[in-house]
Each structure stands twice: as structure tokens, then as C-alpha cells.
């Protein structure tokens, strides 16, 4: 069985009810990898192109958003900001991160993706027509 964009957002939600620390790092880590799943499936039905410079898996995708409109170079901003904060989440161990930082990525992660959905809807409408 697979997974899904929603459920890692449904896993996060039930993190963050819980205001240990370590909760709120797996709810941002968990928030930020739904984005970055669905922002691949709308990167890849948009077309938009890889650059191959970059070494990271990451960091192409946020490239192929950046190289585009400048509404797509928005998102790839956001996408950065939100990885920003899981490689913090992640490795930063002595940063101090809450349940509200938690609360604002996992809001901001899911707000994204009913973005991504819309656009990646839109474009293979338009594909099609």
C-alpha cells in the first residue's frame, strides 16, 4: 500500500496535538515531506524542466519552481523556507522549536498543497484541450 500526500499531512496533524518538542519536529518533518510529494506530482504534470546542476533531490525540485513563472518562483521560495525548517527540525537538535512553530509549518504545508492540487488539475486540463 502507498502513501499519500494526505497522509502524511493527516499524520502531522495528530503530531502536533501533542506540545512535546519532539512531536512538533516530526509534525514539521512529516508537514514539509506531503509538500514536497505533491509539489513532484505538480512539477512533473506542469512539465517543468530539471536542472541538473544541483545535487540534491530537494533542491532540483525547488530549481524547477524557481525557473518558472513568477508564481511558480513563489512557491519554490516557500518550498525552501519549509525545508529550511525540517533540515532544522531534523538536525538542529539543540534549536528550540514548539508546538506554534509546528502549528505555522504545518498550516503553511497544507495550504501549499491545495495549491499544488489546483495547479497540477489546471495544467492537465489544459494539456488535454
Known amino acids: ?14 503530531l502536533v496535538k501533542f506540545p512535546e518538542e519532539v512531536n512538533s519536529r516530526a509534525c514539521i518533518g512529516r508537514s514539509y515531506y506531503a509538500l514536497y510529494h505533491q509539489a513532484l506530482i505538480a512539477a512533473d504534470a ?7 546542476s544541483v545535487k540534491t533531490a530537494h533542491e532540483i ?13 513563489s512557491i519554490g521560495k516557500t518550498i525552501r523556507k519549509q525545508k529550511q525548517m525540517r533540515a532544522m527540525a531534523d538536525y538542529e537538535v539543540l534549536a528550540d522549536l514548539n508546538n506554534s512553530d509546528a502549528r505555522l509549518h504545518l498550516a503553511v504545508s497544507r495550504r501549499l ?16 484541450t
Open 1 to 14: 500500500m502507498s502513501v499519500c500526500s494526505d497522509d502524511l499531512l493527516l499524520l502531522a496533524e495528530e
Open 46 to 52: 506542469l512539465c517543468l524542466p530539471i536542472d541538473n
Open 61 to 73: 525540485l525547488i530549481r524547477r519552481f524557481m525557473n518558472g513563472t513568477k508564481g511558480l518562483a
Open 113 to 128: 498543497v491545495e495549491n499544488l492540487r489546483r495547479i497540477t488539475a489546471a495544467g492537465e486540463a489544459q494539456r488535454k
